[in-house]
């Protein structure tokens, strides 16, 4: 089965390091969750493993070959990304923004197979989307148009599936029904999910393993006990961080203890 | 867009456009009746047809006729794709500066007195689109104040260039104005012969890579992820629409708008996915020109009105439109 492997990537904007020497793997049917305070190199990660930005030392390798080895389209065969937020709303309806997944597998060229349109139909009804395939994408909400970013990248039938920030423009609902379906994906098609994610408790709810980042660096990786503890969290965030259990999931519960903060009980 | 309207909505389209050419070939000082103007493109012999008709249809305002549908076809194609290259609303040949790079080049040919119009009018527009875009691009991202202030910025340098060339040069001014203002007036087969191959090789391809447009609408990052190669695809865009762009004004001059207008209404139509809009563009495209010139040659009959100069008072009000909306597409 196919893994991705992160070794020893070093990455730097003009002399500033934002990345270094960052080791880490993922594995089918898991959901890896990348965590950190801002700016810390969450999305420059992502945008590494989806070929958008090149290590200056390191190699990523998924199913073994690197991954800058291979051609554009081979590359998006293996790699899906969501970007955070679909920018413009050019007018397409959520069909043709879907079907726009199948050009790795297509080219510029050929017209689309009844395969593919299988492929497209089939992953419409599988996230909830058929009935609203002939809408204009600009019309839905947010929480429907991050459905139709997830539906682009699932058919190009990748082995990883990168999501960058999936629930930053979302309500508690949706980001619950957003990360579902991410779990989904991992546990039930064996992909391969790699997520970018600002809220600790989501991440601990759904992701399988952790990755926390400070400052370029990996500081620690593991299931959410071991990596979401009030000790790595505060070093990583630089303030006083409590962590308690989910009431229903017993899983942590992140909550930061605000040195600012006046009003209120204190215990 | 229901899928199904989509072909009625193209054959009204080019219905419409067919009893246009029929009837703007009858336009003019002698007007024809439409029944004749197809008799004689037909071939059908009728005594009725004299051979001064048979003579201003194929001799005079066919070729004219049909070089507006071609211009006006190619201008609306190049403005498809420079709004997806640009993720712009306002890109246009004429905004961007591609148009009034041509003109440079294709002055210089023929003040110079070289038989090269039509390629050194391909050159600069490509050096103009090219200098455009990296003054523009911020990040990634092309915002429609910097597009528009640089092309109008580069356009102004263009046409001070252009015309500092007809002062120098030796040529009669009067006649490479009034080409410069975009007319179709006295143009007939040989400007057909040499634009209609170029235009329509140019239509062809931006056509064939509605895909690539599609995906670059969304930006560099979405379109990379999608595995596609950036420069390329880029590259051959921008080559094949200033190359349109680059044919229409050596044949006929400046036509500003045309390239703006009809991708806004073919996106009303058959919405914004390429492989439909650009054919829908490129039917609208040369209906508009069409319309624009048989208004330009009969409004002030006898005398012709520069085709530009009307496309530029229809079209510069929805231009200004456009950017009081700035940065969003209208629905």
Known sequence: MATIDVQGVTLAYDDTEILHEIELEAHPGEVLALVGPNGVGKTTLLRALSRQLRPQQGVILVDGRDTWRLSHREAARQVGLVPQQADGDWPLSVEEVVALGRMPHRGWFLPLSSHDRQVIRKTLQQIDLYPLRHRQVATLSGGERQRVLIARALVQEPQVLLLDEPTANLDLRYQGMALTLVQQLAHEQGLIVIVSIHDLNLAALYADRVALLAEGRLLAKGTPHTVLTAELLSLAYGIPVVVSHHPVYNTPLVAPVLPHKKNGVTK | ?331
């Open chain 2, 1 to 331: 867009m229901r899928r199904s309207r989509v072909p009625l909505i193209f054959a009204t389209t080019v219905a419409l456009l067919l009893v246009t050419l029929v009837i703007s070939v009858g336009m003019g000082a002698v007007s024809i009746p439409p029944r004749q103007v197809l008799a004689v493109l037909l071939q059908r012999s009728n005594p009725e047809l004299s051979r001064t008709t048979v003579a201003i249809v194929w001799d005079l305002r066919l070729a004219r006729t049909l070089l507006a549908l071609v211009i006006g076809a190619g201008l609306a194609a190049s403005g498809s794709a420079y709004q997806a290259l640009f993720r712009n609303p306002l890109a246009d040949p004429y905004i961007i500066g591609a148009s009034g790079g041509a003109a440079l080049g294709a002055t210089l040919a023929i003040i110079l007195n070289l038989n090269v119009v039509m390629p050194a009018a391909f050159v600069t527009a490509l050096l103009a689109v090219t200098l455009v875009y990296f003054i523009a691009q911020a990040g990634g991202h092309v915002s429609s104040v910097s597009l528009v202030l640089a092309g109008v910025a580069l356009s102004t340098l263009l046409s001070s260039a252009v015309s500092l060339l007809m002062f120098l040069g030796d040529r009669d001014l009067h006649e490479v104005f009034a080409w410069l203002l975009g007319g179709l007036s006295g143009r007939s087969w040989p400007q057909l012969q040499l634009a209609a191959p170029l235009i329509a090789l140019g239509i062809v391809v931006l056509w064939s890579m509605s895909r690539p447009l599609d995906a670059l609408t969304f930006g560099e990052e979405t379109a990379q992820g999608l595995g596609l190669n950036l420069f390329r695809a880029r590259a051959l865009l921008v080559a094949a629409a200033t190359l349109t762009t680059a044919a229409s004004v050596a044949s006929a001059g400046i036509i500003g708008f045309v390239g703006l207008l009809a991708p806004h209404i073919a996106r009303r139509f058959v919405g914004g996915a390429h492989h439909l809009q650009i054919p829908m563009s490129v039917l609208v495209g040369a209906l508009l020109l069409v319309l624009a010139d048989d208004l330009a040659r009969t409004m002030m009959a006898p005398l012709e009105l520069p085709v530009g100069v009307l496309t530029a008072l229809l079209g510069a009000p929805f231009f200004l439109w456009l950017l009081k909306r700035s940065e969003t597409w209208p629905q």
